[in-house]
């Protein structure tokens, strides 16, 4: 279901960085939300993304999100950054892939870049209930930390660690021993950012001795925003009809399936919800998407034709 909301306030909170505060367009209040949670931005144009809230889920007045300009944006960050105030939005319901585990006993949060933005909602979340953890927060530079003056306003500014590339060697982020540190029964792992530092957090946690139940991941849309490159056609075989179809450079398995009638549920189109996952029953995908784990995707037995395509020049579809 979707609802329209408009922007009540903007504001650059870091270099390239662009903070938005959505409220319900007729004055209502917006459905609750749970830390971690994140909603689908409809941009005028067409586009959709996906964003994280970032306030304090006990607010039902607004949803706060943050929008990194992505370099070579083919709209969507950079639509976001032209919106302004007053503007009215077509936004989905929260949706939450990255809760908070009710039995930690300790959470550690790792954020790298914009991915600081659920991040600071489950802060919020936990520091409400007392709950013990540590949230640090990974940039290039001081001038790429966003909402840093609601940080140092807020009642957990004493668990936030700051790690920047361009500061002394002593305080640049090292996880294996944070993670090793931090380490002790119920201690959960919660990390956002791109792909390449959600891979590295994660290689240390498992390094750690940290199971899999205690590590927790959302990738965000921009780390995939714009990568497409080199796409080659490759056909798609429908399994329960035998009809084959041709995927071409520009297009996606979905929107050929779609053009021939195929409807498959879809939600971000851009391989961080997962929604358009399809088994596959024979050929190799080429994974694009954020959704899926490094084991899932070696298995090659499914894919997400909105954003995957093929290594071999056949896929065969469990449709
Ligand atoms: Fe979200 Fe395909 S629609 S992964």
């Known amino acids: 279901m979707n609802m329209i909301v408009k922007v009540a306030a903007r504001q650059l909170v870091a270099e390239d960085v662009c903070a938005f505060d959505l409220v319900s367009a007729d004055g209502s209040r917006l459905p609750s939300f749970t830390a971690g949670s994140h909603i689908d931005v409809h941009l005028p144009g067409g586009p959709v993304r996906q964003y994280s809230i970032c306030n304090d889920p006990t607010e039902t007045h607004r949803y706060s999100i943050g929008v990194l300009k ?147 991941r959302e990738y965000f849309a921009s780390a995939i925003e714009d990568t497409h490159a080199e796409d080659r056609p490759f056909q798609i075989r429908i399994a329960s009809s035998g009809e084959v179809l041709q995927v071409g450079t520009e297009e996606t398995a979905l929107s050929v399936l779609a053009k021939h009638g195929v409807d498959i549920p879809t939600s971000c189109e851009q391989g961080v919800c997962g929604t358009c996952l399809t088994r596959v029953l024979e050929g190799r995908p080429l994974h694009r998407d954020m959704f899926l784990t490094d084991e899932e995707h070696a298995a090659n037995d499914q894919f997400t034709p909105c954003c995957s395509r093929s290594c071999s020049p056949l896929l065969v579809l469990d449709l």
């Open 70 to 216: 992505a370099p070579g944006s083919r709209g969507g960050s950079v639509g976001m950054h032209r919106l302004k105030e007053g503007t009215t939005l077509t936004i989905s319901l929260p949706r939450n892939h990255f809760q908070l585990s009710r039995d930690a006993k300790h959470s550690v949060l790792v954020a790298g870049g914009i991915g600081i933005t659920p991040l600071l909602s489950m802060a919020e979340s936990l520091a409400r209930a007392g709950d013990s953890f540590e949230l640090h927060y990974c940039a290039r530079s001081s001038a790429k930390l966003a909402f840093m003056e609601r940080m140092k306003a807020s009642s957990f500014v004493s668990r936030v660690i700051l790690h920047l590339d361009d500061g002394d060697a002593a305080q640049r982020f090292d996880a294996a021993s944070v993670l090793s540190v931090a380490n002790g029964p119920a201690t959960h792992v919660y990390v956002c950012g791109p792909g390449g530092f959600i891979d590295y957090v994660l290689a240390a946690a498992r390094a750690a001795g940290y199971g899999e139940e205690l590590l927790h």
